[in-house]
């Protein structure tokens, strides 16, 4: 066996692909965290971003982006306001399979939409510069990458000025502590549910900018494969508190660009077997997740 | 699950689609079969969702097992060692017959069904979920990477085509059968237990782990029966048609239909199969009425997301199968 050569690019790379999942486990965790509802749509959400920079692509640059960050906003709250909402009181499981109809649906739009032209697939080219490498300490990293660790990082610190510092963010984490309670001392479930349910979307667009540079064709299943994985991430963190749900995102994202990057293709087909028998062990293990505190309570029941 | 009549509403329904499948043309015919065949599939996740309340992700990795040794134990003799070159000898040099692979289908969901529940029935909730998940990612890679078992990333093709109207309702019978006997059974009744409050019936001496286990290995049996039924039906299978897509599919069924009873996964499998066969052929153009290509999909999602925000227990509301009035 030769030795795998994990040399710095494969882990600048692997970085960056880890800061990418962080962001969207963030997304995917505030809203567990005040609906307890594991949204298996926020990939559609990315990729109405995707191709709304698509579609934007003779604009200018900033133009595109802000139209992608309003289209995924204004999307995300239509999907609280008509999805979310109604099954507020519904179980768990009712909740997942209606976000699978949701996405499946979305998926459908996208494809009528994208095969106007006849072809399936829309270019989004309009950052490409991104994917230019610079050399910062002998290494070379391309511009994307240190793009979403810078990302990751202002997001999840503003995220945490947010939650640790103001009144609202105080709500948010009385809320996903306990929801009941919460209203009964004065929360307001629409105000805390929209914010977390906006800022899930600002996310959202951030996640489809960057993987649109890495990724330029659009597809409607664009993202589909990258919030299986996250999700995978998130539960394996631990889903019940926002940080170990971003450390399970980020951790998932690592290893895979290392182990990608690492091993020749001939060798990594049956790393996805390897790669579950994994997250199995881990979840028999710590069913509560990987980096949730000893002792800590029971998992959801769904 | 006591009266009679909750076992004989499902299977004269079932029997009366049957029925009728012999009376349309041979292109509408396929949308009765395979109607039929999601009964048997829909039955089968039921099984172990429905009596024990824990989801399952991973219950279509035992029809893809099932689909697979049935197809590949009935693709004829002399054309096997051109096709799959690659089997193991044992596999490559034999052949079966039509309802002894329907067995075998079973019997390879059930075994694989048992050994993966022993560790993963100690999961409950989301855990579960993604664990179950898991189980079908690693099904998966392997059907499609292991050309010693199978035919990899290829299609698998000349696969007798043996599911007809008759085996296709008897299938769905037989599922239908298996699963009433089961709900009734003493098993069932103590699964149901722990599924409503599972400390107190853990408190009254109700092992879940076993009650669960045994609930997921007769689910794998059944599905891996369906998707013998569905290898038969189709006559070629890629491993991407019993992966994501089926999962998703097939738990809407169950969830639009109602989680909580068998006539739910019944009604929900004819219901969903009924409307995506309207669709399509509406597609074609019926009776002057013709929609725009791809509209099937955003309807089929539109009318299923709109059936579950609007009566999220489903259809039947987790009833079983009953005549108003009595």
Not at chain 1, 268 to 281: C, D, G, K, N, Q
Not at chain 2, 10 to 15: D, E, G, H, K, Y
Not at chain 2, 98 to 109: D, H, K
């Amino acid at each position: 066996v030769t030795a795998a050569v994990v040399d710095a690019q494969t882990i600048a790379d692997a970085v960056g692909l880890g800061a990418v999942y962080a962001l969207m486990a963030v997304g995917i965790g505030l809203v567990f965290g005040v609906l307890r509802l594991v949204n298996f749509a926020y990939g559609q959400l990315v990729m109405a971003g995707a191709y709304t920079l698509a579609f934007t692509s003779s604009w200018p640059v900033a133009g595109s982006i802000a139209a992608c960050v309003v289209v995924v906003v204004a999307l995300s709250l239509a999907m609280e306001r008509a999805v979310f909402r109604p099954l507020r009181t519904q179980s768990p499981a009712v909740m997942l399979v209606t976000t699978f109809a949701v996405a499946f649906l979305l998926q459908a739009v996208a494809l009528l939409l994208d095969v106007r032209d006849d072809t399936i697939g829309e270019p989004a080219a309009s950052l490409a510069q991104l994917n230019q490498a610079v050399s910062v300490g002998g290494v070379d990293v391309r511009k994307v990458t240190i793009v979403a660790v810078l990302a990751a990082a202002v997001a999840l610190g503003l995220l945490a000025l947010l939650l640790r510092r103001t009144s609202v963010g105080l709500h948010m984490r009385a809320a996903a502590t306990d929801f009941p309670t919460a209203r009964l001392l004065g929360v307001r479930a629409n105000t805390v549910i929209g914010l977390a349910v906006v800022l899930a979307g600002v996310l959202a667009a951030a996640v489809a900018v960057i993987l649109t540079v890495q990724f330029p064709l659009v597809t409607p299943d664009f993202a589909l494969r990258d919030t299986i994985v996250v999700l995978v991430g998130v539960v394996v963190g631990g889903i019940d508190r926002l940080w170990t749900a971003t450390l399970g995102g980020f951790t998932i994202g690592f290893a895979t660009g290392v182990i990608n990057g690492a091993l020749p293709t001939d060798k990594t087909v049956f790393l996805p077997s390897a790669v579950f028998a994994l997250v199995i062990l881990v979840l028999l293990l710590r069913p509560a997740g990987l980096f949730a505190p000893r002792g800590s309570g029971a998992v959801e029941r769904v | 699950l006591r009266r009679p009549l909750e076992l004989l509403g499902p299977a004269v329904v079932v029997a009366v689609v049957g029925v009728v499948a012999t009376f349309v043309s041979d292109s509408v015919e396929i949308y009765f079969l395979s109607a039929l065949v999601s009964v048997a599939m829909i039955v089968a996740i039921w099984v172990f969702v429905g009596n024990s309340g824990v989801l399952s992700f991973g219950q279509i990795s035992f029809v893809a097992v099932g689909a697979f040794a049935a197809g590949v134990m009935t693709v004829p003799l002399e054309s096997k060692t051109g096709v799959l070159p690659d089997l193991f000898p044992v596999l490559r040099d034999h052949t079966i017959a039509n309802v002894p692979s329907l067995l075998l289908a079973a019997a390879v969901g059930g075994a694989l069904a048992f050994l993966v529940g022993m560790p993963l029935m100690r999961l409950s909730g989301l855990a579960a979920g993604i664990a179950t998940f898991a189980v079908l990612e690693i099904v998966h890679n392997l059907l499609r990477e292991w050309t010693k078992i199978g035919p990899g990333a290829t299609t698998l093709s000349l696969v007798p085509e043996t599911t007809g109207v008759l085996q296709a309702t008897v299938g769905a019978l037989i599922a239908i059968a298996a699963g009433f006997a089961y709900a009734r059974s003493r098993l069932g009744r103590l699964l149901r237990a722990s599924r409503e409050d599972a400390a107190a019936a853990q408190g009254a001496g109700v092992s879940v782990h076993r009650q669960r286990l045994w609930a997921f290995t007769l689910s794998g049996a059944l599905a891996g029966f369906a998707g013998g039924l569905y290898v038969h039906l189709l006559g070629s299978i890629t491993t991407e048609q019993v992966y994501l897509e089926l999962t998703f599919v097939t738990l809407a069924m169950l969830v639009v239909g109602g989680v909580g009873s068998l006539w739910g996964a019944v009604l929900g499998a004819l219901v969903v199969s009924g409307l995506d066969s309207f669709l399509a052929e509406a597609e074609q153009g019926i009776r002057g009425l013709e929609l725009p290509d791809g509209t099937r999909l955003i309807a089929l999602g539109a009318i299923m997301a709109l059936m579950l925000i609007l009566r999220p227990s489903g259809l039947t509301g987790g009833r079983e199968f009953g005549i108003p009035g009595r």
